[in-house]
Nanobody, 123 residues
């Protein structure tokens, strides 16, 4: 069973940066595509960024493209989300997710989810 634990969330000023980490348990991490999603209070969970097993394909939501960067370190069983030029609209709980079949931007396509980490951007 793959388990995901997010960390690195917090409060940051608009224009600032945060780096989220997602640590995966299990020996099969390198066989999963990974994604970051976020959910604001009262809103649906939305796709933020995804990364293929090798890191060669990294789709982003239009709202974060050019500001966020997803990466992974298979040797450390960890996926990252570097968030720069943060806006108040980025405030949400951020979730890490894994898909064992293929890279997807859809919430329903992911198999395993972390507990989430809060990101709050003030202005």
């Amino acid at each position: 069973q793959v388990q995901l634990v997010e960390s690195g969330g917090g409060l940051v000023q608009a224009g600032g940066s945060l780096r989220l980490s997602c640590a995966a348990s299990g020996l099969t991490f390198s066989r999963y595509t990974m994604g970051w999603f976020r959910q604001a209070p009262g809103k649906e969970r939305q796709f933020v960024a995804g990364i293929s097993i090798s890191g060669g394909h990294t789709p982003y939501a239009d709202s974060v493209k050019g500001r966020f960067t997803i990466s992974r370190d298979n040797a450390k069983n960890t996926v990252y989300l570097q968030m720069n030029s943060l806006k108040s609209e980025d405030t949400a709980v951020y979730y890490c997710a894994a898909n064992r079949l293929y890279l997807s931007t859809s919430v329903n396509e992911y198999d395993v989810w972390g507990q989430g980490t809060q990101v709050t951007v003030s202005s």
